[in-house]
């Protein structure tokens, strides 16, 4: 099984629907982001959390919402989702290294497509 | 502001060349820099990463990075490419001036590595 999971791993919608994609990891890591990929934009953070009780925003969080569950699920929203929020998303973990974040683990990936 | 640049699209290389991809960083303080690998359809997986010490990193699949800090970069190599190294490969580096450490990545370089 994966060390981490996102739900759904395709998606089509409509505009103004909403869509929740969800991610759970069994690495254990406090750590977790979610990352947007476009082609020729690279990855893009969205939001990170570092603990249940830690939200913040990342460079591109207009129009997103997340919520930690708990240690391993973090889940992203789009409350009323737009064509531009088709890309590829991932969801990705850390643990420490020397007292700062180490090196990334990422999810397969959820597309997203917006009509 | 840009942190990390990658400033080839696309590398060709013939198969049992040695490749270089490129990467420089513009961060303050010490860099904290890495290298990921995204094949078709497929999550980052990380192949390397420079945190201290000597300049030149080994990694995974054969790769190497050198660290040149005059130069503020952090070139991906390897002595003799693959076919199955073909794939996109993202230079990231860990920014204490923005998003709590997060990772910022670069828009990515195709490798494509012919027989």
């Known amino acids: 099984d994966a060390d981490v999971t996102q739900t759904p791993r395709n998606r089509i919608t409509k505009t103004g629907k909403r869509i929740m994609l969800e991610c759970s990891q069994t690495k254990g890591h406090d750590r977790m982001y979610w990352y947007r990929q476009d082609p020729g934009l690279g990855l893009r953070l969205i939001y990170y959390?570092?603990?249940?009780?830690?939200?913040n925003k990342g460079e591109i969080s207009d129009g997103y919402s997340v919520s930690r569950q708990a240690q391993a699920k973090f889940s992203l929203s789009l409350e009323s989702a737009i064509p531009n929020q088709t890309a590829l998303y991932f969801c990705a973990t850390s643990d420490w290294d020397r007292g700062l974040p180490g090196e990334l683990f990422f999810g397969e990936g959820s597309r997203l497509t917006v009509l | 502001a840009q942190s990390v640049a990658q400033p080839e699209d696309q590398v060709n290389v013939a198969e049992g060349n040695p490749l270089t991809v490129k990467c420089t960083y513009s961060v303050s303080g010490n860099p904290y820099l890495f290298w990921y690998v995204q094949y078709p359809n497929r999550g980052l997986q990380f192949l390397l990463k420079y945190i201290t010490g000597d300049n030149l990193v080994k990694g995974s699949y054969g790769f190497e990075a050198e660290f040149n800090k005059s130069q503020t970069s952090f070139h991906l190599k390897k002595p003799s490419a693959l076919v199955s190294d073909s794939a996109l490969y993202f230079c990231?580096?860990?920014?204490?001036?923005?998003?709590?450490?997060?990772?910022?990545f670069g828009k990515g370089t195709s490798l494509l590595v012919t027989p």
């Open positions: 959390s570092f603990d249940v009780k830690d939200i």
């Open positions: 990231a580096v860990r920014d204490r001036a923005n998003s709590g450490y997060a990772l910022n």
